[in-house]
Structures are given as C-alpha cells and as structure tokens.
C-alpha cells in the first residue's frame, strides 16, 4: 500500500521521518517550496530565514498525528517585502492541515457537541470554536420559489461589563427554509425535502422588511410564488409587502391546533361548572367532584381524530357518551372538529373543498357555544390561506420540524455566547450542506448549494483531493 496513503499525507509532501511519542506520532515531511511574492506577486525573492512548524493532522487509529516541516523566510527585492511560504495543504490561519479542517466541518454538520467534534478530530474544543469563527456563510443570493418561515427562541448570552459575566438572554430568532421540494414533490438523496437556507436575529416587522429589502431586488422578491408560515398576523403582513406575487399558505397543524385548543377550553369551562369558592377555598358541587376528574381524564380522547384513529375500543365509546351526556356544549365543539377533519381528508376533487368549508364555516359560525364560534370566526379570516395550502400543496410543516433540530442543536452546546457561531452551526446542521452519506460529495458539491460554505481564504484543490484520498 502506499505509503502516503497509509498515513494519510497531505498531497505534494515528501515522507523524511516518523518519530513516535507516547499519546501521538510525528510525521518529518518536506514539500517544495514556493518563492512567489503574497504582495506583488514577484518571483525575485531570496530566503532569510527558517521556521519549524508543527501542524495538526487527521488522525490515525484514534491516535493524534502532527506534521513537522520548515518554512522559509522570503525577502522580495522588488517590493521589500517578507513573508513565509505557506503550501496549499497548510491552514492560512489556524495551526492544522486542510485535510484536517474539511473533516472537523463535516463533523459539525451533524448533530454533535462541539466537545464530541473535538474528540473525533483529536483537537481541542477550543480549535472547533476557531473552525466555526472561521467559516463564512453569508445570506443566500437568490430566494427559492416556495418560502418557508418560522421563529423559534433562542438562548444568546449578553456581555456584562460591571460583574464580567455572561447573563442569559431568551429572544425570538426566525428561521428562513427552502420548502420548494416538498411543492414540487422532490425527495433528494439524503433524504430531505427542506432545509434551512438563513436565520435572523429577529423577527420583528421592521427588522425582517429591512432585510429582505436591503439584500434582494425587486425582482427577487417577486420570484416568491409560495410564501408558508404559521397563524403569526406579522408574517402575513409581511408576505403581503415584500412578496407581491406569493400565495400565502397555512399550515394545517396549526388550524387543528386551534381546533383542539377549542375542545379543551369547553371541557375546562364545564369542570369549573363544578368547583365553588368559599373564603378563599376550592369546594365541589354536590355529586359532581366525580364528574371532574373524568373530564379531567378525558382530554386526550376528546381530541383524538375519528377519521384517522376510528372509535372501535368499547371503552373509548362509552367514555365520549359519559362526556357529551354532561354536557350538549361539549358534544357540540367535538362533532364540529370531527367534521372539520373529515373536511380536511376528503378524497374528492379539491375544487370541491372550498365550497365544503365554506359550509361548515356557515353551520358553525353561529354556534351558542363561545370556544367554537371563537375558532370558526378565526378560520373565516384565515379562509384564503388554508384554501392555498390545498390547492398547491405546500405548508409549514417541514418548517416546524427543522425547528426541532435547531432545538437539538441548540441543548447539545448548551446555548451559545453569541449569535454568529449559532447560526453558522444552525446552517451547517440543517442547512444544504447537511452530511450526506457520502460525506465528501458536500465539498464536491458545495457551490451548487445556497448559501455556500467558504472560508476567509483560498482553499487548495489538492488538499482536497488528500483528504478525499
């Protein structure tokens, strides 16, 4: 086998020596030496000086390598210049190895602590902050066609001057995500439909119509045909401003959300039905403290859906009549949402929908009971944008369920300082550069992607192609 190979050596470097210590091994490698000017690119240079460098590399067998090798000192005499060389398979600015650095970025696209990105790297935790610092991952420049928004909180710690401490600090963070697969239908190679393309340090109006403004034209904005986000008034607002020609479309979790939330108001209105207060402390009404805690016990069945989990246990049923014989309001809201959901999963054309909905709107909407007449007036309001999610086939859901990496992301590393290394690590772990199964296709195909991964300097094609090898 090749020796270069064997341990893993960056490509262009010449094998003079293995020295082995007692928790690594040190590699005496040489390359050829480059004499061109870094400031006027002149080739009329003379050497100095030397250097020895030591530079971390991958490592072998879980043990810590390093390479050691001597850098010249160059003196250009056409512009006076000094400088060391530097090979292409050297880091510009931190003390490891290319090889070595793709790796410790493809690591940080899982879900990992920075701690367990160390530990398979062999370096320190704190290498792995310089890595994130070093990564530059800038707004995408082009919007896709179907947009996906959502906001999430987020733990950014605030620099206390006077006590020189971190203070904690909980704000809402929106997340920006590329939901045109799942419109079109499109499942790629790793599995994923949607990913996560930018987040914002806020997500107030001003602040997110500042954004959008300042980063696309026009004519950008104007390439949103599909604009998904959840019941939040904000983010309709602003869809209507900065994305003329989107449809805005709902996502049907959160409608059923607020369908259930209806349920359960009724069934908590009706228990305190049953409980009077005298001087302070909590008593029953005769004969009803038994009815209390069924209700009680009772919530999770009265907002399980028929059309998809059917009513066949005996128990179940005798316990939806026990409830609705307590109370007609409650049977009421119950049959109104299991119409809703028959409604929502009907197999006929989807022409037809709408004229259905606009049916139960105008069965409900005058309801006695206030939990339902409450929802059913929101649904009406909100007409037009559940009609879009079935008509074009695209919501939030994908949205939300990024939002539970990022919360993964986030328990993992224990909040963060600062909202740069987040959102490059947010990015990184659910954006386009997630690992894929073959994990060096992301450096091979990274310029295909929106936002793309580059760092402050030039990286080398061979210490590619080393570390591929």
Same mark, same amino acid.
């Given at each position: 086998?090749?020796?270069?190979?064997? +341990?893993?050596?960056?490509?262009?470097?010449?094998?003079?020596?293995?020295?082995?210590?007692?928790?690594?091994?040190?590699?005496?490698?040489?390359?050829?030496?480059?004499?061109?000017?870094? %400031?006027?690119?002149?080739?009329?240079?003379?050497?100095?000086?030397?250097?020895?460098?030591?530079?971390?590399?991958? !490592?072998?067998?879980?043990?810590?390598?390093?390479? =050691?090798?001597?850098? *010249?000192? /160059?003196?250009?005499?056409?512009?006076?210049?000094?400088?060391?060389?530097?090979?292409?398979?050297?880091?510009?600015?931190? *003390?490891?190895?290319?090889?070595?650095?793709?790796?410790?970025?493809?690591?940080?696209? %899982?879900?990992?602590?920075?701690?367990?990105? #160390?530990? %398979?790297?062999?370096?320190?935790?704190?290498?792995?902050?310089?890595?994130?610092?070093?990564?530059?991952?800038?707004?995408?420049?082009?919007?896709?066609?179907?947009?996906?928004?959502?906001?999430?909180?987020?733990?950014?710690?605030?620099?206390?001057?006077?006590?020189?401490?971190?203070?904690?600090?909980?704000? +809402?963070?929106?997340?920006?995500?590329? &939901?045109?697969?799942?419109?079109?239908?499109?499942?790629?190679?790793?599995?994923? *439909?949607?990913?996560?393309?930018?987040?914002?340090?806020?997500?107030?109006?001003?602040? &997110?119509?500042?954004?959008?403004?300042?980063?696309?034209?026009?004519?950008?904005?104007?390439?949103?045909?599909?604009?998904?986000?959840?019941?939040?008034?904000?983010?309709?607002?602003?869809?209507?401003?900065?994305?003329?020609? #989107?449809?805005?479309?709902?996502?049907?979790?959160?409608?059923?959300?607020?369908?259930?939330?209806?349920?359960?108001?009724?069934?908590?209105?009706?228990?305190?039905?049953?409980?009077? +207060?005298?001087?302070?402390?909590?008593?029953?009404?005769?004969?009803?403290?038994?009815?209390?805690?069924?209700?009680?016990?009772?919530?999770? =069945?009265?907002?399980?859906?028929?059309?998809?989990?059917?009513?066949?246990?005996?128990?179940?049923?005798?316990? &939806?009549?026990?409830?609705?014989?307590?109370?007609?309001?409650?049977?009421?809201? /119950?049959?109104?949402?299991?119409?809703?959901? #028959?409604?929502?999963?009907?197999?006929?054309?989807?022409?037809?929908? !709408?004229?259905?909905?606009?049916?139960?709107?105008?069965?409900?909407?005058?309801?006695?009971?206030?939990?339902?007449?409450?929802?059913?007036?929101?649904?009406?309001?909100?007409?037009? +944008?559940?009609?879009?999610?079935?008509?074009?086939?695209?919501?939030?859901?994908?949205?939300?369920?990024?939002?539970?990496?990022?919360?993964?992301?986030?328990?993992?590393?224990?909040?963060?300082?600062?909202?740069?290394?987040?959102?490059?690590?947010?990015?990184?772990?659910?954006?386009?550069?997630?690992?894929?199964?073959?994990?060096?296709?992301?450096?091979?195909?990274?310029?295909?992607?929106?936002?793309?991964?580059?760092?402050?300097?030039?990286?080398?094609? %061979?210490?590619?192609?080393?570390?591929?090898?």
């Amino acid at each position: 086998m090749n020796i270069y190979k064997l +341990y893993r050596l960056p490509k262009g470097t010449t094998l003079t020596g293995v020295v082995e210590h007692p928790h690594s091994v040190e590699y005496c490698v040489s390359y050829d030496h480059s004499r061109i000017c870094p %400031d006027c690119a002149g080739t009329n240079c003379v050497v100095k000086g030397h250097k020895l460098t030591h530079a971390t590399h991958l !490592p072998l067998n879980e043990i810590g390598t390093f390479l =050691t090798f001597t850098r *010249n000192r /160059y003196l250009c005499k056409d512009c006076r210049s000094t400088f060391f060389d530097r090979p292409d398979w050297l880091h510009p600015d931190l *003390n490891i190895t290319m090889p070595l650095y793709h790796k410790t970025v493809l690591q940080l696209t %899982d879900k990992k602590s920075q701690i367990s990105v #160390a530990a %398979d790297c062999n370096i320190s935790p704190k290498m792995v902050s310089k890595v994130i610092a070093d990564i530059v991952l800038d707004h995408p420049r082009t919007l896709p066609e179907a947009l996906g928004m959502d906001e999430f909180t987020g733990d950014i710690g605030e620099w206390n001057a006077e006590q020189k401490s971190w203070k904690k600090k909980t704000q +809402y963070l929106t997340t920006i995500c590329d &939901l045109t697969n799942i419109h079109n239908g499109v499942i790629d190679k790793d599995g994923r *439909n949607s990913w996560v393309i930018d987040v914002l340090e806020e997500r107030s109006i001003d602040f &997110l119509k500042k954004h959008f403004t300042t980063h696309y034209s026009l004519e950008q904005r104007k390439a949103v045909k599909y604009f998904c986000c959840d019941m939040h008034g904000g983010f309709i607002s602003l869809a209507k401003q900065i994305f003329p020609c #989107a449809h805005i479309c709902f996502d049907m979790f959160h409608i059923v959300q607020r369908l259930n939330r209806a349920i359960n108001l009724t069934r908590l209105r009706i228990q305190r039905s049953y409980v009077v +207060y005298t001087d302070g402390r909590r008593s029953f009404v005769p004969g009803k403290e038994d009815d209390y805690d069924f209700l009680q016990k009772s919530s999770r =069945t009265l907002i399980m859906n028929e059309v998809e989990r059917p009513v066949t246990t005996e128990r179940r049923k005798v316990r &939806l009549q026990r409830c609705f014989a307590l109370s007609s309001d409650l049977q009421e809201v /119950y049959d109104a949402v299991q119409e809703f959901h #028959a409604l929502k999963v009907d197999p006929g054309p989807i022409d037809i929908r !709408p004229s259905l909905l606009s049916d139960w709107i105008q069965n409900h909407k005058n309801s006695d009971v206030p939990e339902l007449r409450d929802v059913v007036n929101s649904i009406q309001n909100w007409r037009p +944008y559940i009609q879009n999610t079935w008509k074009y086939l695209c919501s939030n859901s994908s949205c939300e369920g990024l939002n539970r990496e990022i919360k993964d992301v986030k328990r993992l590393a224990c909040g963060y300082h600062t909202f740069a290394p987040f959102r490059k690590r947010i990015l990184l772990t659910c954006g386009p550069m997630k690992q894929s199964y073959k994990p060096y296709s992301i450096r091979q195909e990274r310029g295909k992607f929106v936002p793309t991964a580059t760092t402050k300097n030039h990286i080398g094609a %061979d210490s590619i192609e080393a570390e591929q090898e």
